[in-house]
């Protein structure tokens, strides 16, 4: 049995507990949920009903403080797991602390993993099972898979190849759905397919609810970097986001508008400039597509818009979906990892077998 709080009830949180009650786990109990104004802790551990928690939530009168939340967590009779669904620097910031006081961690949140390198030692140093951490018996665990890819098997995948002495030469590949919904639908070979204008297509994303709010949050490639820099530094890297070479492929005039609103108005203006950046990719039977490269060897790990030829694996995605190859010394024809790497079914997915991977190894299943 584990106790488990859950910091951030929103779409993935909600989407967690849903799955928890589905399955009806009997080693896992949540005794905790707090959102960003409420809190709810049980008395005496006892579970909190997943059948009837968001009444429970909103009638609560107990401000949220994690603070007790992580005392009280940490005083509990059996190990307990904290999970943040948010997606908050400040929340990421105080990983140390929970580790320190005993708990757990996991989460989809990408702060704390790719943020400065100094806050990533400390979450390593105070963990029993990242790579570079130094194991002991009663230190706690840090799982986050769902921050690259939701819950496809990338990071335990690159984990493995870690920890078992494989040489990680290069990890690649299409870590955003967003983009890559974008790019399989503006970039194609196929002699059937309806040419489209760039910003048309950026606007079905926007209305399916693919993008960020702002698309630039996409489109400036921040959000692959980060993952970049996750995968980057469980290989063995340095890598920051201040000095990883990111390619924003947000037209510089639009870069600083001052509204989403204003950038979507304004960017047909500049559907031939990627018009001509797709044909000359077409005349070469190449297709672009909006990758992320962990050069382990070569030192040239970043984020940029890249030419593949209709041969690639890349080449012939559909729809939103991620794909990343590992390239190692024993796979040198690369490992490919693929399918749904956003959404909130698939990152509570993540979040969930994280969990249960604790839970697991603290009983000594």
């Known amino acids: 049995m584990v106790t488990v709080g859950i910091v951030g009830v929103g779409l993935v949180g909600s989407e967690l507990l849903a799955q928890l009650h589905a399955t009806g786990s009997k080693l896992i109990k949540i ?123 990338i990071l335990s995948t690159l984990t493995d190849l870690v920890k078992t002495g494989d040489k990680v030469q290069k990890v690649e590949g299409i870590f955003s759905g967003t983009l890559s919904y974008i790019f399989n639908n503006f970039s194609t070979l196929s002699a059937n397919a309806e040419k489209k204008n760039f910003s048309d297509i950026v606007k079905v994303a926007k209305e399916l609810g693919y993008t960020e709010p702002d698309p630039r949050d996409d489109l400036n490639g921040m959000d692959v970097a980060r993952k970049v820099t996750i995968c980057g530094r469980l290989a063995g890297l340095d890598l920051d986001l201040s000095t990883l070479a990111v390619e924003n492929i947000v037209p510089q005039e639009l870069q600083g508008v001052a509204s989403a609103d204003e950038f979507m108005s304004k960017l047909p203006q500049f559907d031939d400039h990627f018009q001509k950046l797709n044909d000359a990719a077409v005349q070469n039977g190449e297709v672009l597509r909006y990758v992320g490269v962990v050069d382990v060897q070569g030192g040239g790990s970043g984020v940029k818009l890249v030419r593949y030829p209709g041969s690639h694996p890349f080449a012939s995605l559909q729809g939103s979906d991620n794909i990343i190859k590992f390239t190692t010394e024993r796979f040198p024809n690369g490992i490919i990892v693929q399918g749904a790497g956003a959404g909130a079914a698939v990152t509570a997915f993540g979040i969930y077998s994280d969990i249960l991977k604790i839970q697991e190894r603290v009983q000594g299943f």
């Open 31 to 153: 005794v905790a949920l707090t959102n960003s104004k409420r809190m709810v802790v049980s008395d005496s551990y006892a579970e909190i009903s997943l059948v009837d928690w968001k009444n429970k939530l909103a009638g609560s009168t107990t401000e949220a403080d994690i603070s007790h939340l992580v005392q009280y967590l940490s005083k509990s009779p059996e190990h307990s797991i904290i999970i943040d669904c948010t997606s908050s620097d400040h929340i990421a910031s105080q990983y140390p602390s929970w580790l320190s006081a005993g708990l757990s961690i996991v989460t989809p949140n990408k702060k704390g993993f790719s943020g400065s390198l100094s806050l990533y030692e400390q979450i390593t140093s105070l963990s029993n099972n990242l790579p570079g951490s130094t194991p002991s018996k009663g230190k706690p665990l840090v799982y986050h898979e769902s921050t690259v890819g939701a819950g496809l098997p």
